[in-house]
């Protein structure tokens, strides 16, 4: 009894990774459709108004800029569409993953020495 579900449990996960593709719109949207600040500029406005330390407030806006939403599909379509220049600063950004071994270049992927053999050995490269 407990040996089916064990193999039921097994059944339902795979070693099998694949990577979402998207394929970029040949439009280029405006650089303002990719991201909505609104929270943002609110708070650094409440932050800017009060009487704290210079400091504090250079913290709390640095924080308040994890409230900006950014819009994923548009940035992938804005990346199509741009100069090199500006393409390379989103890759370094993190705005967009090109690939693995750039992920990791940039430290957006860490990888235990242990885990990257094991795959090597398990699929090859």
């Given at each position: 009894m407990f040996g089916i579900l064990e193999d039921q449990e097994d059944k339902k996960y795979t070693t099998k990774i694949d990577a979402p593709i998207y394929e970029p719109k040949n439009l280029k949207p405006h650089i303002l459709e990719l991201y909505d600040n609104q929270k943002t500029k609110r708070l650094i406005r409440?932050?800017?108004q009060s009487g704290l330390p210079i400091e504090e407030k250079m913290f709390l806006v640095d924080s308040a800029r994890?409230?900006?939403?950014f819009n994923y599909e548009k940035i992938a379509d804005y990346y199509a569409n741009a100069s090199k220049d500006m393409q390379q600063m989103m890759e370094r950004s993190g705005l967009v993953i090109i690939d693995f071994e750039k992920a990791i270049e940039y430290g957006y992927v860490k990888i235990c020495e242990d885990i990257k053999n094991q795959y090597l050995e398990e699929y090859g490269e």
């Open positions: 409440e932050i800017d994890r409230h900006t939403i």
